[in-house]
Structure formats: C-alpha cells, structure tokens
C-alpha cells in the first residue's frame, strides 16, 4: 500500500518547491498528521519503552517537554514559521543572518538528520526481531528501500500523503493495545493497583531519588533537563520545516492544534504496554536476545495481548512511525542539498543554477543517495551499540542537538544580535559537552545541561553589545517583517487541491480498512474479532467520510 503512495503523488511534482514543501498546498489535517508522525518513531516503542519498563513515568518527561512547545506553536510559533515563506530552515538563518551561517547549519543539519534517521531505522530492526526473528541486517534494507522508493517519485506529497495514511494505522493499534492491557487489569484502577501490588510504586514513581540508578538517571534533576532541552529543540527554527508545506498560518496554527492533540492522546497511552509487561512478561523480556532487553518490552506485550492477525498490524504500526520520521529525514536533507548547498557551490564557480526540471531530477538522484546512507548508518550502530539508543539518542540531543537550538530559538525573538551571534553560540554551547566527554565525572546530566544552555545563550546575549552595519539591521528588519506578514493564499501560492487530497488520503483508507476487515476469517476467539473489527471500521469509516467531503468540496 505503501508504495503505491509514490506513483499516486508523482505528478503533483512540477518543481522543486511542490517535492520539498508540496508548493505550500497542504491542508492542515494532512501537515498535522505529518509533523505529529515526524516526531515519533519505532524507538518511541523500543528506546523510549525501555525506559517505561525499567522506570514507569518518568520518560513523560520528554514528551511533557513536547507539548509546552506544541503550546507556543499554537499561539504564535506555527503562524511565523510558515510566514518565513522559505524551502528549509538554513534559507530563513540566511535571511537573518547571512550566508555564512546558513551554510555551517545546513551541513550541520545534514549530518544530524542523517545520523538520526539511521537510528530510527534501528529501533524498528529491534522491534521487527523480536516479534519475528528476522534478522536486522535484512530488515533494515528492506523497510529503508521501501522509504526510498516513494519518497523519490512522490517527493513531499508522498510523504505527507505516506505519513497520513501510517498515522491512522499506527495511532489504531497502539490504542486497541493499550486497552486491551487495561482490560486485562480491569481497568486504569486495576493496573495501578497491579502496580502497587508488585511493589513497583517506587520504580515507577515520576521523580527517583538521587542515587536510586547508577548514572542518577530519572531524578528531579534529569527530569529537568529532559524537559528543558525538549523543550529548547522544538522551538528553535530547525522546527519551521513542520509548517512550510500548509497553506497560510491560520492552517499552520491549526496543525500545530491537531499535532499537539495527539502527543497528549499518545503520551497518556504509548507507555502503559511496557509498563504492563514488566508486570506481566519479565521473563519473556529479559529472554528477548536484545542488546538491551528492556527495549523489547513493546513488542513482547504485543505478541502476547493481540489477536492472531492483528500482531502482522502492530509491526506495521512500528513500520509506519519510523518510516514517517525517516521520509521527513530524507526529504528534508535533499531539500537542504538542493536548495542551499547547491546554489552556494554555483556561486562561487560563478556559474547560473539549472533550471527546475534538472534541479528536480537531481532531487530524486540526491534522495536515493541519502536513502542508501541512512541504511548503512543504521546497519553500523546495529553491529555496535551498547548503550541502549534511549540513551544513544538523549546524548546526542544534549550534545549537539541543545547548542545548535538555542540560538535557532532566540533569533525568532531578539532582533539585537549580530550575523556571527548564531555561531558565536554554538561553539560555547558546544564546549560544556567537549569538557564533559574529556572528564565524564566532572559534571552530571543535569549540571551539563545548565552549563550548556549558559554558555549558548550568555555567548548569545554578549554579542548583543557589538556594533552591527545599517545595512545587516535592515535585513533583520525584513526578516521579522516577513515572519508577522500574514500569508495572501491565492496572491502568492494560488489554486488550492483540498478536494483532491481528500479523495487521495479516501482511497487508501478504504482499501486498508477492507485489508483488515479480511483478518476476520482468521480462527480467533470473539474478543479478538472484535478487535480486528474496531480497527477496520476506524480505519474504513475515516476513509468513507473522507470521500464524501472530497465529493461535497467539488
């Protein structure tokens, strides 16, 4: 179904801007489903599980730090973003602050999407072993060519369109499971009480106390810093690219609305299955094979609380969330690429850009290049990763992810900061960490966070009191002109497509909801029938009322 999505998208490309930002026509469900898909991944269910199975609540942390900053696209964020009028990020850092800076993030953004793309195919080649026993060097390729294939031919229609469709499946079975957990408890009652029974309170508890793990992991303190560099990350700019693709910022802030929803909806639901299997299963976790065999426990309860039939859907569940935030990746970098680091590399040979088609045709080359690197980086920390990629994945984001959004998010506010400011930031955000790698027991989590977000931002501030030319204050002038500039649909994007992508996203959801449905002649008790019927109608029914107001747009 999948890779129908590319064929069906590929002549909604006419040019770069309909592959990269689907020439800002997307309606705000569609983007919204998408910027919600893009956030979320198999290590959601493997990574971020583990940490439920071992320590109960207080992964929230994370995802509490998700919705304060879904609050601030709400309001304002979401609305300037699309305003930006850009392709990429590193396009807006060059409106404010100069080619110098676009290029230094742009090569940087690169690295960091390729690098955490790979680890997002990793945690899905965990889940996909676990309930299969497949080996991961087989499905990394296969799920990383399935991404590649419809992200090259449908560009950003495919994968809004790819995302939507992934989110309906994924959001239905990760749902039905966790009721289906509860109702083996007897309830959200029942499962607390099974909490307290085991003596798992203080386990589970949200807040640890100092000392209770051995990297003083899940304390007030790291909590904190959870929150905090969450929360910087999804405020900086590097963010913007959630909304290039919607139509004007009333529809941004209405993605922003339906993005922020469904984080609460999935917060409150993804973490009571490892929760529960840690009550359930400890055994069969621990028996995993898994490096880390805590981060199993998603799929371990899976196996054992769904429906013969409905196991296949889980895993395609976990397909979907990890292929919704490397399709994101992908065409994200190539975007990048050809909109950035390309027109840079012609002007210094002081040679004209191609014109759009070959710019388009090198789009789809750059995507399966990219695609590739993403597959071999995955398969490499397959073969090497010890640590767990929870914490792979939380060190990267303190490392390079925190100095890199910090002033990605001042910028937006502070008109007063020279061309270097944003560079000027980085490097002293980026020198607590260096200090911390060369002397690991000089600083904890929390103290490094601090320092951090210290030096970022008091390297930020500082450049503040430096001279800046009438010329580069005009620019800034523009730019925060720009981003409050309420976008005219009609005067500068033109003919919308609404009835059209409503009967695309229809289409699918109809004939996946009719797939499920047949999972009913599968031998099943009466309870697992009507679970697999719950899922085809959900399914279905969105697909049928989608029709009908595709036929009414008309």
Same mark, same amino acid.
């Given at each position: 179904m999948i890779l129908a999505v590319g064929p069906a998208c590929k002549k909604l490309n006419t040019d770069t801007s309909d592959f990269f930002r689907s020439g800002s026509r997307g309606t705000w469900w569609i983007v919204g489903m998408s910027s919600?898909?893009?956030?979320?991944?198999?290590?959601?269910?493997?990574?971020?599980?583990?940490?439920?199975?071992?320590?109960?609540?207080?992964?929230?942390?994370?995802?509490?730090?998700?919705?304060?900053?879904?609050?601030?696209?709400?309001?304002?964020?979401?609305?300037?973003?699309?305003?930006?009028?850009?392709?990429?990020?590193?396009?807006?850092?060059?409106?404010?602050?100069?080619?110098?800076?676009?290029?230094?993030?742009?090569?940087?953004?690169?690295?960091?999407?390729?690098?955490?793309?790979?680890?997002?195919?990793?945690?899905?080649?965990?889940?996909?072993?676990?309930?299969?026993?497949?080996?991961?060097?087989?499905?990394?390729?296969?799920?990383? *060519? =399935? &991404? !590649?294939?419809?992200?090259?031919? /449908? %560009?950003?229609?495919?994968?809004? +369109?790819?995302?939507?469709? $992934? #989110? @309906?499946?994924?959001?239905?079975?990760?749902?039905? *499971? =966790? &009721? !289906?957990?509860?109702?083996?408890? /007897? %309830?959200?009652?029942?499962?607390? +009480?099974?909490?307290?029974? $085991? #003596? @798992?309170?203080?386990?589970?508890?949200?807040?640890?106390?100092?000392?209770?793990?051995?990297?003083?992991?899940?304390?007030?303190?790291?909590?904190? +810093?959870?929150?905090?560099? $969450?929360?910087?990350?999804?405020?900086?700019?590097?963010?913007?690219?959630?909304?290039?693709?919607?139509?004007?910022?009333?529809?941004?802030?209405?993605?922003?609305?339906?993005?922020?929803v469904l984080t609460v909806i999935g917060t409150m639901l993804w973490f009571i299955p490892p929760m529960s299997a840690r009550m359930l299963f400890p055994e069969e976790v621990m028996a995993s094979g898994m490096p880390k065999p805590e981060e199993a426990a998603f799929a371990v309860i899976a196996l054992k609380m769904l429906p013969t039939g409905l196991i296949g859907m889980m895993v395609v569940a976990m397909f979907a969330a990890t292929m919704s935030s490397v399709d994101s990746g992908l065409n994200g970098n190539v975007a990048i690429l050809i909109r950035n680091i390309v027109p840079f590399i012609f002007g210094l040979l002081k040679r004209p850009l191609p014109p759009e088609d070959v710019l388009l045709r090198w789009s789809r080359v750059m995507t399966v290049v990219f695609g590739f690197l993403i597959i071999g980086i995955a398969c490499y920390l397959a073969m090497g990763n010890e640590a767990g990629i929870f914490r792979f994945a939380i060190g990267l984001a303190a490392t390079i992810g925190m100095p890199m959004s910090i002033p990605m998010t001042l910028c937006l506010f502070i008109r007063r900061a020279p061309s270097w400011a944003c560079l000027f930031s980085v490097a002293m955000g980026v020198v607590p960490s260096l200090i911390y790698y060369a002397n690991p027991g000089l600083m904890s989590f929390g103290e490094r966070t601090l320092s951090v977000f210290v030096a970022g931002a008091g390297a930020f501030f500082l450049s503040m009191f430096f001279p800046q030319t009438a010329f580069y204050r005009q620019r800034v002038d523009d730019f925060f002109a720009l981003m409050h500039k309420p976008v005219d649909f009609e005067k500068e994007v033109g003919q919308a497509n609404d009835s059209l992508q409503l009967m695309i996203m229809s289409r699918f959801a109809l004939v996946i909801g009719l797939l499920v449905a047949l999972l009913l002649f599968i031998p099943n008790p009466l309870g697992g029938r009507v679970s697999i019927l719950a899922v085809s109608l959900v399914i279905g029914g969105l697909g049928i009322a989608f029709h009908f107001r595709a036929k009414s747009a008309r």
């Open positions: 919600f898909m893009s956030g979320i991944s198999a290590l959601t269910f493997t990574g971020n599980g583990g940490a439920a199975y071992m320590a109960g609540w207080s992964v929230l942390a994370i995802y509490f730090g998700s919705i304060a900053a879904y609050v601030f696209h709400v309001f304002f964020l979401g609305r300037m973003f699309r305003q930006l009028r850009v392709t990429t990020f590193p396009e807006a850092l060059r409106s404010r602050f100069g080619p110098v800076t676009e290029q230094v993030f742009a090569v940087i953004g690169v690295f960091l999407s390729v690098l955490t793309a790979g680890l997002w195919l990793l945690g899905l080649s965990i889940f996909a072993a676990t309930c299969f026993s497949v080996p991961l060097m087989l499905t990394i390729p296969a799920l990383g *060519l =399935t &991404v !590649l294939f419809y992200s090259t031919l /449908g %560009g950003r229609w495919a994968v809004l +369109s790819a995302d939507f469709i $992934q #989110g @309906l499946v994924m959001f239905t079975m990760t749902i039905l *499971l =966790t &009721v !289906l957990c509860l109702i083996h408890f /007897g %309830g959200i009652g029942g499962f607390f +009480s099974e909490i307290k029974a $085991q #003596g @798992l309170s203080d386990a589970f508890a949200f807040i640890k106390p100092d000392g209770s793990d051995l990297n003083n992991d899940y304390t007030l303190e790291w909590l904190v +810093s959870i929150f905090f560099i $969450q929360f910087i990350g999804m405020t900086s700019m590097m963010q913007s690219t959630r909304y290039f693709s919607v139509k004007e910022g009333r529809s941004a802030t209405k993605a922003a609305i339906l993005t922020g």
